[in-house]
């Protein structure tokens, strides 16, 4: 699915060009062509450091590695350069795009100050279920430490565990979307 700017690409860079030549100012442009003065400097500084392509809206959001996310926030986190800095180095399209990534690494900060990456759930066999149990109880209930090892979220380890210890390895099968088996006994009490 395609983005549509409000601005198109054309307008950007003739407004871009217009403060550059000094023919206007960017209040001026601000007030006439109804835009933020933020987006105007932030044109202005995107065209003038890395060129007209920089601030040109695609027709699709651009994808980004993890890797190249993680880097990011890692430059940002030390101080390595302002953001507009580390999104010129890492080539990333807007401050706010690694504000959003920054916000998200934050709040996936627990309480011990560790990260937890939040994972999409995955269905995990039985027997890696029992694994992933048996290292956490093995190591102390460390379920950071068994999140990294086993690549589940928090959740899903928590739950297993609890069930694992309230029901054992029955408890960990996973029978939703499943008929359920009645028993004899059942079939007989529904008969009487």
Do not use: P
């Not at 403060?19 to 003038?48: C, D, P, R």
């Not at 953001?83 to 690494?105: E, Q, T």
């Not at 297993?160 to 059942?186: F, P, Q, S, T």
């Amino acid at each position: 699915m395609g983005r549509k700017s409000k601005i198109s690409n054309e307008l950007k860079i003739e407004l871009v060009k217009r403060v550059l030549s000094g023919e206007a100012s960017i209040k001026s442009l601000s007030k006439e062509y109804n835009i933020a003065k933020s987006s105007l400097m932030t044109w202005k500084k995107k065209y003038v450091e890395i060129g007209e392509e920089s601030i040109k809206v695609g027709d699709k959001n651009r994808r980004y590695s993890r890797e190249v996310k993680e880097k990011a926030i890692k430059s940002y986190l030390n101080n390595e350069g302002s953001l507009f800095d580390i999104c010129k180095k890492y080539d990333i399209a807007s401050v706010s795009v690694l504000n959003y990534w920054i916000r998200d690494y934050r709040r996936s900060m627990d309480a011990n100050g560790n990260y937890t990456v939040v994972k999409k759930h995955i269905r995990k066999s039985i027997d890696a279920k029992v694994e992933a149990v048996v290292f956490c109880q093995n190591n102390n209930y460390d379920y950071n430490l068994t999140i990294k090892k086993f690549g589940v979220s928090y959740q899903q380890i928590y739950s297993w565990v609890k069930k694992y210890e309230k029901g054992g390895v029955d408890a960990l099968i996973d029978n939703r979307g499943k008929r359920h088996v009645e028993n004899k006994d059942e079939k007989t009490k529904k008969g009487k």
